[in-house]
């Protein structure tokens, strides 16, 4: 479900609502999933649809900056970007909801990912068992949704002279996967967002510089941001070069208008 925030700013009652997701996204969007599935349910109550949920995305939300210009003020907060795509990776299996089960009495217990975090449980939720770091996790029995990790680069229209190009990692998540390809001119909104990047892959010792992506919430192409621009010209007025110059002009394309062969006749006019 796209929500298109420039509405919440039109109402007074919602401006308090449009500050809330552009500073606070992560807390506000599954917020906004919730209250859309509750009422749907309310509308339909025969319709299940607890297999594939409302999703709220939200656009025109948040300042649109360029990419050079992020900093640490901007993370974990809505921004809008614009950018070419360079680099599409395969669909990645992300876990959703892990699975875990105790190695000595089989009791078993679920973590959700909480913020790209899954908490391993350290303690045995059986109270007749209550050892201590003996939950294994299940890999078979999680559950996954698809990922995918998406560059996107400044357009050269937007590159100051002298300058390289910057690029920024998206994460895209559920049904936003396979929704853009290498050369699309997008326009991204998302969480600004930073991971620490660990020294060793087998130890707990991190980097003091922290990874930053961007959690993509929409994606809007460029052809639909330039289709306003676009059918304005079509329909727009004819230039005084294209109108015709006399009455005989006028008379010889009312004519060709009526003619019955008239793709034929302009299929002959284009040059090979």
Known sequence: MNLDCINLLAYHETRQLYRQLVN???????????????????????????????????FNAG???????????????????????IRVSNIIPDMRVAFFSCCKCSTVATSENIKGRINEPAVCPNPE???????????????????????????????PDGQTPHSVTLCVYDSLVDKVRPGDRVQITGIYRSAPVRVNPRQRRIKSIFRTYIDVVHIKNAETLDAGVEMSTLSGEMSEADMPQSATEMSEITTLSQSPDLYEILSNSIGI
């Open 129 to 159: 068992c209550g050892a201590h770091h003996t939950m294994n996790i299940i890999h078979n029995r999680c559950l996954f949704s698809d990922k995918q990790i998406i560059k996107i680069q400044e357009t050269p229209d937007s590159i």
């Open 63 to 85: 300042k649109s900056v360029n990419m050079r210009l992020l900093n640490p003020e901007d993370i974990d907060k809505m921004i809008t970007i614009k950018g070419l795509i």
């Open 24 to 58: 606070f996204p992560q807390e506000i969007i599954p917020l906004m999933d919730m209250v859309a599935n509750e009422y749907f349910t309310e509308l339909f109550p025969g319709i299940e649809i607890s297999s594939d949920p409302i999703q709220i995305r939200p």
